[in-house]
């Protein structure tokens, strides 16, 4: 089998999870910068066998997409011309960065590891990969 990379897309950082090769265990991967997320996925594409994207998609509160959900929309278009033989799925992310702020808060980390914004991405991609292999 192959992993399944879970992706929590920003403006600014995209946080990066997969799950072994089994699909059982979900890991976080790391946290970049937007800009280099091509970069960083061929890399990680050749030395890694991945079958499926799942990247959060933003909605407010209400049922509305958030602010940024056409740039997550386009991201994961040009993610699978570039990967063509991947699938890509966007899942409903609502509530993963509290959520994940809950999870950093409750592990006991101090003060600064909390105020990390890049480990709450990291955390909010592997929620994100979580709840869809939850809901398959």
Do not use: C, W
């Amino acid at each position: 089998m192959a992993r399944i990379l879970g992706i929590d897309y920003g403006t600014k950082r995209t946080g990066l999870s997969a799950t072994d090769p089994l699909q059982i265990i979900v890991s976080g991967i790391d946290t970049i910068p937007t800009a280099e997320i091509f970069t960083y996925l061929k890399t990680y594409m050749k030395t890694e066998e991945v079958e499926k994207i799942i990247i959060g998609e933003p909605f407010y509160p209400d049922g509305n997409p958030a602010q940024i959900h056409h740039l997550v929309v386009g991201f994961s278009r040009k993610l699978q011309k570039t990967y063509p033989d991947i699938e890509v799925v966007l899942h409903d992310e609502s509530f993963t960065s509290e959520a994940a702020k809950a999870v950093i808060f409750n592990s006991g980390a101090k003060q600064k590891k909390r105020r990390d914004k890049g480990l709450v991405d990291k955390i909010s991609a592997v929620l994100i990969l979580q709840d869809y292999l939850g809901h398959i």
